[in-house]
């Protein structure tokens, strides 16, 4: 199954046997879920797009620092474009693989968002969530845990209008391009 279609059948495997839950995707935020799910390639992305977030939250704290130098600040920034071109890329890595596997509807509702744009936004939501609550900032982490869960069920419900014909999902390239040193 993995272009998406059933080995015995031949036929397109039903999108909700192919896209994982949200679940499973906040799981393997934390760590790499077993490889034998049809979606172990979107778990390892899933899982670089928390890495990559978790460093630009600090890399975001270093350049917000009062006492930080010019030059630190500017190091810091230059280290987040860097994030940000990586998390790009898996992004849209996610989206290929989408892509090569799910089959719409020619009517179906297009959705605003790629999967992996939903996926990444699942990414940061749930590192925003595990910094304030780390750092002790429970009357931001309850909210921040809210919008994680909220943003989960809209993923779940996105996979079930998917699979049942009802929305599609774009494909796109990102505009923004990433500059490393030159």
Excluded at 44 to 69: F, G, I, P, T, Y
Excluded at 101 to 118: C, K, M, N, P, W
Aim: hydrophobic share 40%; proline share 4%.
């Amino acid at each position: 199954m993995a272009d998406g279609r059933d080995p015995a059948t031949g036929y397109a495997a039903p999108v909700r046997e192919i896209l994982p839950r949200s679940a499973s995707i906040i799981e393997a935020f934390r760590e790499s879920p077993s490889s034998d799910h049809p979606a172990g390639p979107v778990f390892d992305v899933a899982r670089k797009l928390a890495d990559q977030h978790q460093q630009q939250w600090r890399a975001e704290d270093v350049s917000r620092d009062s006492n930080a130098s010019a030059e630190t600040i500017a190091e810091s920034k230059r280290f987040i474009d860097d994030l940000n071109s990586r998390r790009v890329a898996l992004v849209e890595r996610i989206d290929e693989w989408v892509a090569a596997r799910i089959h719409y509807q020619a009517d179906a509702s297009l959705h605003t968002e790629t999967l992996g744009s939903v996926i990444d936004r699942l990414a940061i939501a749930w590192v925003r969530v595990n910094c304030l609550t780390t750092h002790d900032v429970r009357d931001r982490a309850r909210p921040a845990l809210r919008q994680l869960a909220e943003l989960a069920d809209a993923y779940d419900d996105l996979v079930r209008d998917v699979d049942a014909g009802r929305r599609r999902l774009p494909m796109w390239r990102h505009l923004k391009t990433y500059r490393s040193g030159s």
